[in-house]
């Protein structure tokens, strides 16, 4: 059971990979198949269930794309 | 009415005060000392903000701050303190900040030197900084006068979000003359500043002071705004005073403390018959181009008189729009002419054509 | 249930930072939001904005703006802050802005006490124009203006601002910062919400600097811009306190 969740707000993202950097659980990634608006690629979580709300990931965003949860255990 | 003996800086620094001055921010500058010095005392004393700044160029940016945020700023500086205050003087007139600004004229360019003069005036008028943008500017010649127009500049300023200048010579500034300082001024109604930002507002009221508009269509309907403002106050804020103008065969054209040498000139000239007159401009920006609309079929020439060497002539040249020959009569570096100087000048016109 | 650890701040606008992918300008941005917010202050504070990349600023802060001249945002600061000392003033001002135009400006404010805070960000180039050559550009650094790396005979030695500030009489807190990674982010913000506390207690100027990125002029990916700041621009300019007036030991 993951411990957070994270949601994308896509259309302000810039694909900087700041966020797949700094996850200590390495659960965010490229994702080469899809881009928003701005023609970025977006980001995709790889396995949600290793999230463990840390924030690391909304921290670093410049541009306040990701919301992050503590789900409550 | 009760007239106290002052010295025009000093005059200058009570209209001030009288005229609702919030803030101050200067640096010194010979010859206009006296008015950051007489504010440093006075304002505190009546609860209001002084403070020297560490250049011109501070002081204007913290006029712009303060009008920005809703007070009403003055500043004083002389001809090379202004040159560097340009930029600043821009950036309020593109912002749509009201202000008030007093130069106390001396010779340049450059350093200069520190005695009287009227070699500003394109700097004045014509911009001296970037872009399409006008300050209202007044040169008295009087402290009257010049107290009368201060007390009122504050309004005038925040009616029309524009900064405005006070130009006078030198030796308006360190002369003494009998002065009424509670003589009523012009008073206008005014809405709120509902733009300073002042703080407070979030979201959608937010107020945000600037001049920059990157999208060209943008910048170009804010340059037609602030065109048309500037229409709005060419038509109604002209200011000139007309001496013996009906008959005049000969008129001078002379502001502030020329305007009042060439006074002389005129009672001389007149005595001997000659029929010379004045027009005196007020206000140099706007120019009184309504002056020289219905002048006297008599006229024969003009005689434009500056302690320059002959900025005002170009607006005295595109106002009479080629009717009249227009002739030039001044002195620089501080020196000033005697009345004589002036009645041989325009006897030389005379005689020229005859 | 589920719990928020981190959302976008109401101290930012909704509208979209026009900041390069990877500037470290956005995560600035937030920094101060967020501290405004957590300080109840979004609603009573102006800033400014200065000229050179977040010359818009005033678009993505939720409060009262004023664009100044480039340079003079302490100037500009000093004229609100002296009419409205009840509001949080403060100053957002690049390399550029404060350290070469604006030097000046920034040491008298500092030297006159002044109740301001400001963030100052330094990339160590010219981010707007197209990356030349900063006051705080680092020796040998290449820059469109240095195209063979700043020297010292010719161009002179990075300056060290908070160094400098921090000897001005009038400065109350005076710090370095970095937001390389999540560890120094946490403890650029405490910083900096120290230096909003001290201006709501009217102890004078405080003056935060933060090593920021320029991946677009340095040439990197914003990753590598992170690591050339902790590796090379840490180790010119020291992430520590310069001056504190609130604690005897700094």
């Known amino acids: 059971m993951a411990k957070g969740r994270i949601t994308f707000n896509f259309e302000k993202c810039k694909g900087c990979m700041l966020c797949v950097h700094f996850c200590p659980t390495k659960i965010l990634e490229l994702d080469k198949e899809n881009i928003n608006q701005k023609g970025y690629n977006l980001i995709k979580v790889t396995e949600p269930e290793k999230c463990i709300a840390c924030g690391f990931c909304g921290m670093m965003c410049p541009d306040s794309v990701i919301t992050v949860y503590k789900v409550a255990v | ?354 | 249930m589920e719990k928020v650890v981190y959302q976008k701040s109401v101290g930012l606008t909704n509208n979209d930072l026009s900041y390069c992918p990877g500037c470290t300008h956005g995560i600035i941005h937030k920094l101060v939001a967020e501290v405004l917010e957590e300080l109840n202050l979004v609603d009573q504070a102006i800033g400014i904005a200065s000229v050179g990349c977040s010359v818009m600023s005033y678009f993505f802060f939720n409060c009262d703006m004023q664009q100044a001249a480039h340079g003079r945002g302490c100037a500009v600061a000093t004229g609100i802050k002296r009419v409205r000392p009840n509001n949080i003033v403060f100053s957002y001002q690049g390399d550029g802005d404060l350290a070469s135009m604006g030097l000046n400006e920034t040491i008298h404010a500092a030297n006159r006490g002044e109740n301001i805070t400001v963030i100052f960000v330094n990339n160590g180039i010219f981010g707007m124009t197209g990356g030349q050559m900063a006051p705080t550009t680092l020796l040998g650094q290449k820059t469109t203006t240095t195209k063979e790396g700043r020297k010292k005979e010719e161009h002179g030695f990075p300056i060290k601002v908070a160094e400098i500030i921090s000897q001005v009489e009038g400065a109350a807190y005076v710090e370095r910062v970095s937001v390389h990674n999540p560890n120094f982010l946490r403890k650029a913000k405490k910083s900096l919400k120290k230096a909003f506390e001290y201006q709501q207690q009217n102890k004078g100027f405080t003056f935060i600097e933060f090593l920021s990125t320029c991946p677009v002029n340095w040439g990197m990916t914003p990753i590598q811009a992170m690591e050339f700041v902790s590796k090379e621009m840490m180790t010119y300019y020291p992430v520590k306190v310069f001056k504190d007036v609130g604690d005897e030991n700094a």
Request: glycine letters at 10%.
């Open chain 2, 1 to 354: 009415m009760s007239r106290v003996l002052m010295k025009g800086n000093e005059a200058i620094a009570v209209a001030a005060i009288k005229g609702g001055c919030d803030a101050f921010f200067g640096y010194p500058i010979t010859p206009q000392n006296e008015i950051p010095e007489y504010l440093s005392k006075h304002m505190k004393a009546n609860g209001k903000v002084f403070l020297q700044a560490e250049s011109e160029i501070a002081s204007i940016n913290m006029v712009y701050g303060a009008a920005g945020a809703g007070a009403r700023v003055m500043t004083s500086s002389s001809s090379p303190g202004i040159a560097l205050m340009q930029e600043g003087i821009t950036y309020l007139a593109g912002a749509e900040l009201p202000c008030v600004i007093v130069n106390v004229m001396r010779g340049g360019p450059g350093l200069g030197g520190i005695q009287p003069a009227q070699s500003d005036y394109n700097q004045i008028t014509r911009g001296g900084g970037n872009g399409d943008y006008n300050v209202i500017s007044y040169a008295p010649e009087n402290l009257q006068e010049t107290v009368d127009i201060i007390k009122g500049a504050f309004d005038t300023a925040d009616y029309y979000r524009n900064p405005v200048m006070i130009a006078v010579d030198g030796l308006i500034g360190q002369m003494m003359e009998p002065v009424d300082l509670d003589k009523a001024s012009q008073k206008r109604v005014m809405p709120a500043k509902d733009w300073a930002a002042s703080g407070g507002h979030t979201g959608k009221d937010r107020r945000v002071i600037t001049s920059l508009y990157l999208d060209p269509k943008q910048l170009e309907e804010h340059n037609l705004k602030l065109y048309r403002k500037y229409q709005e106050i060419i038509k109604n804020e002209q200011k000139y005073e007309l001496i013996n103008v009906k008959d005049a065969e000969y008129l001078i054209v002379a502001y502030g403390t020329m305007a009042r040498i060439c006074r002389s000139s005129i009672e001389i000239l007149r005595e001997e018959g000659i029929k010379v007159g004045m027009i005196r401009p007020i206000t140099i920006w706007p120019f009184p181009e309504k002056a020289f609309k219905d002048l006297s079929k008599n006229l024969k020439e003009i005689l434009v008189c500056e302690l320059s060497l002959g900025q005002m002539i170009q607006d005295v040249k595109l106002s009479v729009e080629g009717r009249y020959p227009v002739s030039f009569f001044g002195r620089t570096g501080g020196m000033l002419p005697e009345p004589e100087d002036i009645v041989r000048a325009l006897k030389k016109i005379i005689k020229g054509e005859e």
